[in-house]
């Protein structure tokens, strides 16, 4: 009858709490297209894509056959510039609409 070995306990690092970088809590002005889908007030680019994916699922905007791709309605064709873009995309195409 073999004998179980002790499990090894994981040594455990104090816990600090995380800062989030300056440069990304940093409010930027949504250019006028943009404006239009999430607000004209500096906003955290964070913010930002958030506001945009409440659009878009309020506006059932993203692709019934595969959810990754989103379709561009009036308000976000002048942002992405086309008719759909994918998710990974997006933040790309709305990073220009950020200064």
């Given at each position: 009858?073999?004998t ?24 930027l002005?949504?250019?006028a ?6 607000g004209?007030?500096?906003m955290?680019?964070?913010?930002v894509v958030k506001?945009?994916w409440?659009?878009i ?10 959810k990754?791709?989103?379709n561009?309605?009036a308000k976000?064709?002048p942002v ?13 195409l ?6």
């Amino acid at each position: 009858m073999a004998t179980a070995k002790p499990a090894a306990k994981k040594a455990t690092a104090a816990k600090t709490s995380r800062q989030p970088s300056a440069a990304f809590m940093k409010p930027l002005t949504p250019s006028a297209q943009l404006a239009a889908v999430v607000g004209a007030a500096p906003m955290p680019r964070t913010e930002v894509v958030k506001k945009l994916w409440d659009y878009i699922k309020a506006h059932k905007l993203q692709d019934t056959a595969n959810k990754r791709m989103i379709n561009a309605d009036a308000k976000l064709k002048p942002v992405f510039g086309k008719d759909q873009v994918s998710m990974f995309e997006m933040t790309k195409l709305v990073s220009a609409h950020l200064k």
